[in-house]
């Protein structure tokens, strides 16, 4: 389901939508529709580099990601150096995980001013928006991924005290009072259904809420506010007053999270005319995978509630909407709010809100962070393309997106159009939003012709010859995964190179950290190199999927046994067991460590259950188990 989160400052929005839709360069003299650069602040300590750049105003900023090697592109719109600005503090000193090149990429719409870091393998980043200030943090991955959940302090987690409610005849303000401020969120909706209303909620983990009242009407556009556990944090359930959801906005307070509501006016729940047109019933789950799209870790930009309440009709908002229209931009208006999306992602969020059919190119990858409020979705779509370099053409109710580098053609002959028009069935009756491009690139096709070589090679047992042509093909094709997990197990078993394993394993799972197939090889290949400490990261990974591999479970229960982590080994048989049932090999396992940490009673039952079991049992495993029963008295 979709998630309207108007996450973005007016007055910043204001000057955003101005700059792009009169396309000219940023008026310097004008400082409302651009970004001066100030200050530079640079620090290197404990392999960790802080990067703060200050402005003349809050900072409008995409974030992408670029790959081989890896860099994070930090582009700010309309960013200029202030004159007595010293060019050499944009440098940062000499480090061993990562570089920086800055670039003003002037022949772009808008004028971008672009922050190229290189990253190490070892390191990731963050990048926060704080009233004029843009930071940027390059830190240790496993620095970043052990840090506490920013609503915690010193470990102890927030706690909800109370909602206070305040109200103008234009808005009312919900205050989550909090014994903190409450800075990572996510908002969403649901349509009404069943006698039931439109309801907004919003999730806030590592949370108390024992204080908290369950229930507390409100009366006005919010009917009533209501609160529920959801695993360590809470959730916040804010109810409509009538059949149509109220406009709202959420920011982040000291002393918690203000929802303030737009009282003079009410919108539709915009997903509720694509539920009924996919027969769904009203309020029914929408797409998993969107769901989990646009769930905003993002810090909003600094500022109290007052800067990001929802618009009331004033003749700026009205000057705006005059500009939009005059420009050409009147399509359905739309607030988002994306941080760190995978770009696919975000065009499968436009396919939801156009209901256009949309296909990508496949050479079109990266991420996206931006946030916009109330602007129309053709204007949001060409500010991506825009800053991803990418262009559209529209025809047949589609929309084609690619490189600016490549050229498209429309079929035109009628057995192209027959073709086209099937593949547009198969997009609306599985719904899917993302096709690969009509067509194919240069590489792509060259990586299919060497995948058959590979595979020929391979079936000749010329193992080297076979992975050497996989490698290419992988090369040409980075982000086919089946590929990339093929050339691992080749390395892994026919040619015994754990080192190379690792390496595309961990190439792999940088461009996919949910692949949990290559975290499995990453894990074997470490095992075999002894990288102990990496080796038990990469196999808890593999087996993060629901439900989590056999052959993951199997694995990592031999590597916790070699290792002398018994117990651990206990418990991922027992999760095998609880999920692909009994076998031989599991039941002789679970014997054999319970025999060696010397539970000498539970071995005993184990090696009978296997010889009761009914398997059919190899000469030498059946000698085995009747030798540590009649061993130490066992039976």
């Not at 046994?561 to 679970?590: F, I, P, R, W």
Request: proline fraction near 4%; glycine fraction near 4%; include cysteine.
């Amino acid at each position: 389901m979709l998630k309207w989160l108007a996450k973005l400052q007016p007055a910043v929005l204001f000057a955003f939508c101005l700059l792009l839709v009169y396309q000219t360069p940023p008026a310097r003299s004008e400082p409302g529709i651009s970004f001066e650069i100030t200050n530079i602040k640079v620090a290197v300590s404990d392999n960790i580099l802080a990067y703060n750049i200050s402005g003349s105003s809050p900072p409008v900023y995409t974030v992408s990601e670029r790959f081989a090697p890896f860099r994070v592109l930090v582009d700010v719109a309309g960013a200029y150096f202030a004159k007595d600005l010293d060019p050499s503090t944009t440098k940062i000193p000499e480090n061993k995980f990562s570089e920086l090149s800055v670039s003003d990429l002037k022949a772009q719409d808008p004028q971008v001013m672009r922050f190229e870091f290189t990253l190490a393998d070892s390191h990731d980043y963050s990048v926060t928006a704080k009233g004029n200030d843009l930071q940027i943090k390059l830190l240790p991955a496993s620095a970043k991924s052990a840090a506490p959940s920013a609503n915690a302090s010193k470990g102890v987690p927030l706690s909800l005290n109370d909602f206070k409610v305040t109200s103008t005849p234009n808005t009312t303000t919900i205050s989550i009072i909090a014994s903190a401020s409450i800075e990572k969120y996510t908002v969403d909706t649901i349509a009404g259904a069943d006698g039931r209303p439109p309801r907004m909620y919003i999730d806030i983990s590592d949370v108390k809420i024992n204080e908290l009242v369950n229930e507390k009407q409100i009366g006005t556009s919010v009917a009533k506010v209501r609160v529920a556990p959801k695993e360590k944090g809470a959730r916040i359930v804010f109810d409509s007053a009538s059949s149509q959801l109220f406009k709202y906005s959420v920011a982040t307070a000291p002393n918690g999270l203000n929802v303030v509501i737009d009282e003079t006016s009410s919108v539709k729940e915009l997903t509720q005319t694509k539920d009924q047109s996919s027969n769904k019933p009203a309020g029914a789950a929408a797409d998993s995978t969107l769901d989990a799209l646009i769930g905003s870790s993002q810090q909003l930009l600094s500022g109290g509630s007052e800067n990001l309440s929802a618009k009331s009709p004033s003749a700026k908002a009205t000057a705006l909407e005059n500009d939009f229209s005059f420009s050409g931009y009147n399509k359905q208006r739309i607030s988002v709010d994306f941080y760190k999306i995978d770009i696919h992602n975000v065009f499968r969020l436009f396919r939801q809100i156009t209901d256009l059919n949309i296909i990508v190119d496949e050479q079109v990858q990266g991420s996206l962070t931006l946030a916009l409020s109330d602007v129309p979705w053709d204007f949001a779509l060409d500010i991506i393309l825009n800053l991803m370099d990418l262009k559209k053409e529209e025809r047949f109710n589609t929309i084609v997106i690619y490189p600016n580098k490549k050229d498209f053609i429309w079929p035109t002959r009628a057995e192209d159009n027959l073709a086209f028009q099937a593949d547009v069935q198969v997009i609306e009756q599985e719904a899917l939003v993302i096709e690969k491009s009509a067509a194919q690139s240069k590489e792509i096709l060259d990586a299919k012709e060497l995948m058959v070589k590979a595979k020929k090679l391979e079936e000749q047992q010329s193992y080297e010859e076979a992975a050497s042509l996989y490698a290419k093909s992988f090369e040409l094709w980075p982000h086919n995964y089946v590929l990339a997990n093929r050339l691992s197990t080749l390395y892994l078993v026919n040619l015994g190179q754990n080192a190379k394993a690792l390496f595309v394993a961990k190439q792999t799972l940088q461009r996919d950290p949910s692949n949990t197939r290559a975290a499995l090889y990453a894990g074997i290949a470490s095992a075999n190199m002894q990288k102990i400490k990496e080796a038990s990261e990469f196999f808890t990974q593999s087996i993060s999927g629901s439900p989590p591999m056999k052959e993951a479970l199997i694995s990592y229960a031999a590597f916790s046994e070699n290792n002398g982590q018994n117990e651990a080994a206990l418990k991922l048989l027992d999760k095998h067991q609880t999920h692909y049932g009994e076998s031989v090999d599991l039941m002789v396992g679970k014997a054999r460590i319970l025999d060696k940490i010397g539970r000498s009673k539970e071995a005993t039952q184990q090696y009978k259950a296997v010889l009761a079991s009914g398997f059919q049992l190899r000469p030498d495993l059946k000698k085995y188990i009747e030798g540590r029963l009649a061993a130490k008295d066992l039976h």
